[in-house]
């Protein structure tokens, strides 16, 4: 009852600050914006039947979030709206999340950084040292980049989107004391998760800059793209938590199928191997993987003078793909929330 007039507010007040009628139709006019965009987009250089397919697709994805956004506005809207009324409590409990996961441990938090620095340097020596394996990516000045930078470079964004779905995925299942209280906001606690694992983030991106200048790429301009990357990451990753932690609640084996299908994704995105090393007609289909686009611009970033909006077809899926989720997720959750008191 006290959640359904909490609801009921919000959309009121949410109704009375900016009208329905008019945000899904400035949702419209930016998706018309964005599909007439990619219509008129033309490269000479590339097959244009699979540009032609690119852009139908687009096309398609565009409409169908249009469709959904304009259906389920009030129950889309309101977990944003609900984020943004609850940020500072959100900040406080993140920071507490990150700091009771190493609660007890004598290093403490230095456990967090332990295991991603042994994967990384395990690998470099497995692959590098031993089998050596090289690259074919050309940086921006025309030369082979170190493998361990390669490698390091697609680790990082491997690594915070591998643990930000695991935790984001059991948030509700972990805080069950706080889902059966009828005065919390449950909403918040998947991006809790999140923000939780992107402090560690931050760690090992600041790693990544300082490795990359021992190898003599010192941070350009371009760097700074790594900053949009990394929001690109979240935002894509708190997407799924929003779907996977409401599934989790009645289907325990999920966390079991996300461990192995993050074991296999790890191998079928271009971090330890280089994209370039495949077929034109083989690296389409790899692209539709979400991360490879963050992995390709977190090197792109470090080794390479372009802009994000240079791979335009990349962006504009991954942002389609994105926001589709993040829709389609927060309407399972608003779904099933208030089920999740009696099933846990």
């Known amino acids: 009852m006290h959640i359904k007039k909490t609801e ?35 490269n000479p250089l590339a097959d244009q039947v699979t540009e032609q397919m690119k852009k139908f697709s687009g096309c398609v ?57 042994v994967t990384v340097l395990m690998y470099w020596i497995v692959f590098d040292m031993v089998f050596e394996a090289r690259v074919q990516f050309v940086a921006g ?67 990544l800059l300082i490795v990359g200048i021992c190898y003599g790429y010192t941070p350009t301009i371009y760097t700074i793209q790594i900053v949009y990357y990394s929001f690109c990451l979240f935002l894509f990753v708190l997407a799924l938590s929003y779907l996977t932690s409401a599934l989790v609640v009645f289907i325990r084996d999920l966390q079991q199928v996300i461990n192995i299908a993050l074991q296999i994704g790890m191998w079928a995105t271009p971090i330890m191997w280089d994209i370039n090393m495949i077929p034109d007609h083989v690296k389409t289909l790899f692209k539709l993987n979400p991360l490879v ?12 003078e372009e802009w994000f909006w240079e791979h335009f077809y990349s962006s504009t899926y991954f942002w389609i793909f994105t926001i589709s989720m993040f829709c389609i997720g927060t309407l399972v959750f608003r779904r099933l929330r208030t089920h999740f008191a009696d099933v846990l």
């Open 8 to 42: 009921k507010i919000q959309n009121a007040t949410e109704k009375k600050n900016f009208p329905k009628p008019a945000a899904i139709a400035i949702f419209w006019g930016l998706g018309l914006l964005l599909a007439l965009v990619l219509l008129k987009h033309h």
């Open 61 to 117: 994805l565009i409409t169908f979030t249009c469709i959904i956004f304009a259906i389920y506005y009030d129950r889309i809207v309101t977990i944003p709206v609900e984020l943004f009324q609850s940020r500072r409590l959100i900040w406080k409990l993140a920071k507490n999340d990150f700091k009771k996961r190493y609660a007890g441990s004598y290093l403490g938090i230095v456990w967090a950084m332990v295991q991603p620095v």
């Open 141 to 207: 000045d025309g030369q082979i980049p170190p493998y361990v930078l390669y490698l390091t470079a697609g680790l990082v964004p491997w690594f915070y989107f591998s643990e930000a779905i695991s935790q984001g995925t059991m948030a509700l299942v972990e805080y069950t004391y706080l889902v059966k209280k009828v005065v919390f906001n449950i909403s918040i606690l998947p991006i809790i998760k999140v923000i939780a694992a992107t402090f560690i983030h931050v760690f090992f991106v600041g790693v």
């Open 293 to 304: 686009y963050i992995v390709n611009g977190f090197r792109s970033a470090l080794f390479e």
